[in-house]
């Protein structure tokens, strides 16, 4: 539960989500998001099993255009976006001159001289515009008036379809087009942050979002539609990161797993390069790990948790956990822990900090469960 005010700003979709039993909300992007219709745990098996529509229009989208939109976007991430054409997205790191994480971002390559960014919690508008005031590039970056809601769940090509037709269909997996609905102009990808099959509606006019809901829900009602939040549970089995949790600022790529979308050699210049390579070259000193932990199911951690050694309380705090929850399908208390290297090898025990006392965890690889791409062949 959270007071609601005219200081934080309301989605369009905000009166939709209350008309249909949102139970509370959290802040993200100074806005209002949903964080469960009921039981989250209801919401997780209905994500896993049929499909569910979330109300993200928190995901502030970031409009880069103008003559040098290509290169400033090339100096914002290490990901080397040359082979990057129109109407595709790519996961980005956005990274500073220390080579910490400013925030993680779905980049989508609208067509020529521009890309929207759909960043996650933060003010990453107001770390590019300072990055353009300080350049001679001709670019603009403004927030568009673009309202996403996400589709997700095994059964969301089904009501895509209803939607859209066989363009639906023919989209690959991080595909964007642009297109019209019931005469609303929007852009859809096939992306989310679910783990199952996806996409996402960007909204271009936020008077018309209860429209938009109210369109998606009817289609989706032969399919078991239900609005829910983002889910935790699914999005730590799937490994999805969550930016201020599972990823700082204090952060890298290499330690949180993703030096794979760093190019130290693109031929583009990108913020933080020499310091990158300079913590490449001597290796990194933390990672971001999975942990299975030993202890009564876990809802959430409300905090960062400790985390010591195999010898417990007795030793120096070593790391924290950053994300924790109990997975339903697992039957175990899964989650993530930023601990030094040398406590990163699978089957390292660990020593963790919990309300009330303490628990043992093991190290694990993640995901648990892999993301589905594939789209199902029977759909009507």
Known sequence: MISINPRVRKSPYFDA???YGA??????????MPTHYGDPVDEYWHLVRD????????QRQIRISGPDAKPFMEMLTPRDLSNCPSHRCLYVLLTDERGGIVNDAVLMHMRANEYWLSPGDGDVILWAQGVAA????????????????????PKSPHVAYRLLGQKALDMGYYDVIETELNGLEMAVSRTGWSGELGYEFYLKDHIHGDKLWETIMQAGEDYNIIPAAPNTIRSIEGALLSFYSDIRREDNPYTIGLGRLVDLDKKA???????LREIHARGNHRRLVGIEIECDPISHN??????WGPDGIA????????????SPRLEK??????VPAELTRIGTRLTLGIPGGEASATVVKPPWFTAEKELPKDIV
């Open 17 to 19: 989500t209350i008309r």
């Open 23 to 32: 139970k509370a909300f959290t802040i993200y992007n100074h806005m209002y």
């Open 51 to 58: 499909v569910t529509l979330w109300d993200v229009s928190c």
């Open 134 to 153: 300080m350049t001679a590039m001709d670019v603009s970056v403004e927030e568009g008036d673009i309202c996403p809601l996400q589709l997700q769940g």
């Open 269 to 275: 210049d990108f913020i933080g390069r020499e310091a």
């Open 302 to 307: 409300e905090s960062f948790w400790p985390v």
């Open 315 to 326: 030793g120096e705090k070593l790391g924290h956990v950053s994300r924790c929850v109990w």
């Open 333 to 338: 208390n899964i989650g993530f822990a930023n």
